[in-house]
């Protein structure tokens, strides 16, 4: 058989198109004012790299699936930002727990003291490296409430400890 009727991309599999975080369903997609602002600057980010992918006509099996991935990944974050409601974090009781929070837990009892330190966030804002849990997070759902020096316990697997909560911050 001759290669001049065989498309050379012709891998079978579909694109993937990574997920955004988890939200689930009928779950309200509370956002502070930076993860709006962080949600939008990715959308700009995408769009720009869509136009780039649609000016490049060299590849044209791989620009197509470029533009596929991109195409998803565009119309996801656009039902994020529609779906998005800011929580203003000045509107926040400042000796309560709640969304947009940074807390300061301490480990109480046991041998070993432990400092937690966290900013309570949206799904999309989450990040380990920045100390920022979303609100859906076990641990959130645990403190969210709670008063500065209040005891809360806290589950972690099949460890149960109690925790102080030293300090609730809001930043702008």
Known sequence: MSRAFVKEDDSGDPPIIPP????????????????????????????AERAAVEANHEDEANRTRQLTILNGRLSALSSRLASARVIDLKSQPVNE????????????????????????????????ESGKISYMAPIAHAVIGAKTGEIVKLKMGRIEEDVEVVSITYAG
Request: proline content about 5%; cysteine-free; overall charge neutral.
């Open 20 to 47: 955004r975080a988890a939200l689930p369903p009928g779950a309200t997609n509370y956002v502070t004012p930076l993860g709006l602002e962080q949600l939008r600057e990715e959308f700009s980010d995408l769009e």
């Open 97 to 128: 727990v709640r969304f947009g929070a940074t807390v300061m837990l301490h480990t109480l009892g046991g041998s070993k003291k432990t400092v937690r330190k966290f900013q309570i966030v949206g799904v999309d804002e989450a990040s380990i």
